[in-house]
Structures are given as C-alpha cells and as structure tokens.
C-alpha cells in the first residue's frame, strides 16, 4: 500500500475524488470544513481521519472515534462492507497543518484497502459509554451516552460530542498500533501518479461493467429495438470528463461503440449496432455446440450402448 506525505491534502483528495464520485460531489464542501477544523484542533488524537469516496458521494469520519463500537464514525465505517458493487476509494489521513491565510491544509495520505481495514476496525474497537459535549457557550459536561438525545439536552447549544472509551488505554494502544502498521507496511509514493492510475482505472471499471450489463441483455433493447443499450447515468456528460468518455468508448470491444443521450430513457446509454453485437456472440454459440458435440461423442466411446440408445428415441 502506499502513502503520500506532506500533501495538499484538500487538492488532493479532491482529484481523487473526481475519478470515482459521481453524484453528491459537494458533499466535498462538507470534508473541506471538516479537515480545516481539525487542524486547528490540539489534541493529537483528533487530527487523524478516516476518509471515502463512493459513486454517491464522500465521508471523513476521525479515526478516534471510529475505533469505539457503534459510533456513528464506527458505523459509517463499516456500512459499506456488504456493498461490494460500490467502487470504494479509502484513505487515511493525517492532518499536520493549516495556512490561516490560504486555508490550505498539509498532512499525510495513506491509501488502504478498505475490505481489510474495516475488518480489523470491526475487530479491534474499543467500547464506550460517556461522551464529552462541548456547547457554544465554552461550557463542556459528560454525558451517557444513552441519556443523550433532543429530549434531554437543547442540540443547538452543543457544537460537538465526543465519544470517550471505556477503557483509553486500550484504544491508544489500538491506534498506535494502527501508526506502527502505516509507518512500517506502507512505501512512499507519488500522489500524482496516484491519481492518474485511479484515472486509468475509472475508465476500466466503466468499461468492464457496460460489457457485462450488455453480455446480460438478451434482445435489442433501443426505443426502436434497432440497437443493443446499457444504462450509463442521468448525468453522464456533466460527472466525466469529455476525454475520459472518448477514453471509455475506446475500451469497449465494439466499433459500434457511442455514447449518448436517450430521451425517452432520460438518460446516457452506451449504445451498440445490433449486428455487430449479434455477430460477436454467434461464435460463442458455435462454440458452445461444438463441445456439447465432443461430450456425446466422448460418452459413445465410454459407453457403446448409449449410442444405440439414443437413436431408439
């Protein structure tokens, strides 16, 4: 796995999302905020983030409150472990500092793999039963965790909770462990290289999924029923670039190949002649009759009498 370090890590994870998200991008703005708050923060612990994207947007979660079970961070975390048709893109991120003037934010990325970390997320976080609330006021109080709702406390008055563990020790030693992995199992690399392969494999994952969708449709399924088409996005046009989308119709195996908008399907297809596709898949067929044909005839040699029996019927 690899690790960027001392990055722009807003224009950084901007560009990667820009290879995966396709809906909800300005859920970003929202990420934005949430790394320049924590870099003002001083407590060492909470400058440490869990970060995501998916097709419909992207999450950042602190890594201190995700390692303690059945957080929101906790279960935010994990809610796409069982999701396995969602491309995943999922970071940790280490915020160092902030420009007060630019609002840039410098800090370390670490590209994990997300099906293994959730896992030992799941497996290695700690229990919890208070929490800290901080209100607007200055006045900060402890609260259980199971007395804390509308009904009892005023929300507009609290800017933030914080979950704390039962036991600190144990989740230092968790996220200490989680620094160890990070600092010995992850090699340097270049976050633009980075970016530009997630890029590559953006336009392969489109690709691949159009040619299995397709592989599934049985009959030319156009407005007219002159063309084979495969379901794209609402917004195709407006999510990818045009570079990337000529890049697409590149690396599917079809001359036929074009993408564009339907309007009686409100929406963009990838859409191929009937009789290239057609031809494509006959020697398939052929083939599929060829080795029934070699079985009957391997069975006949094993089994002489089959032969018989099978013109008797």
Same mark, same amino acid.
């Not at 609002?103 to 497996?123: C, F, M, P, Q, S």
């Not at 965790?145 to 036991?167: G, Q, T, V």
């Not at 290289?193 to 392969?204: E, F, P, S, T, V």
């Given at each position: ?8 890590? !807003? ?14 991008? $300005? +859920?970003?703005?929202?990420?934005? +905020? ?13 400058? &440490? ?21 059945? $957080? ?5 975390? #994990?809610?796409? !472990? ?14 160092? +500092? ?10 370390? !990325?670490?590209? #994990? %793999?997300?099906? $293994? ?5 799941? %497996? ?22 199971? @007395? ?17 563990? %039962? ?20 090699? /340097? ?74 309007? @009686? ?25 060829? &080795? ?6 391997? $069975?006949?040699?094993? &089994? ?7 013109? /008797?019927?």
């Amino acid at each position: 796995m690899e690790k960027f370090m001392d990055v722009n890590i !807003i224009d950084a994870l901007r560009a990667i999302m820009e290879t995966n998200t396709i809906y909800y991008k $300005t +859920d970003f703005n929202y990420d934005i +905020d949430s790394f320049r708050k924590v870099a003002r923060r001083k407590e060492p612990e909470e400058k &440490n983030l869990l970060w995501l994207s998916r097709t419909s947007g992207t999450h950042v979660y602190s890594e201190h409150q995700a390692f303690q079970k059945d $957080t929101a961070e906790y279960n935010g975390w #994990l809610y796409y !472990i069982n999701e396995p048709s969602d491309r995943i893109l999922p970071y940790m991120v280490e915020v160092n +500092d902030i420009d007060m003037k630019t609002g840039i934010v410098t800090g370390n !990325i670490y590209a #994990l %793999d997300y099906k $293994t970390h959730a896992e030992n997320l799941r %497996d290695s976080a700690v229990t919890h039963t208070y929490m800290t609330l901080f209100y607007n006021s200055g006045k900060i109080e402890t609260a259980n965790k199971k @007395d804390f709702n509308h009904y009892n406390y005023d929300m507009k008055s609290i800017y933030r909770a914080r979950h704390e563990p %039962d036991d600190p020790a144990a989740l230092a030693a968790v996220l200490l462990r989680e620094k160890a992995t990070r600092d010995s199992l992850f090699t /340097e690399g270049n976050i633009n290289r980075h970016i530009g392969a997630l890029q590559d494999a953006r336009i392969k994952y489109v690709a691949d999924r159009v040619v299995s969708e397709l592989d599934k449709t049985a009959a030319p399924n156009s407005p007219d029923k002159k063309d084979f088409m495969v379901y794209l996005s609402t917004y195709f046009s407006n999510t990818i670039p045009e570079p990337d989308i000529r890049k697409i119709i590149k690396a599917l195996p079809y001359k036929s190949a074009k993408i564009c908008y339907i309007g @009686d399907k409100e929406g963009f297809y990838a859409v191929f002649d009937k009789q290239e596709v057609l031809r494509r898949r006959k020697p398939s067929i052929l083939n599929e009759v060829k &080795n029934a044909a070699a079985s009957i005839k391997q $069975t006949e040699r094993k &089994n002489p009498s089959l032969k018989n029996e099978l013109l /008797e019927v």
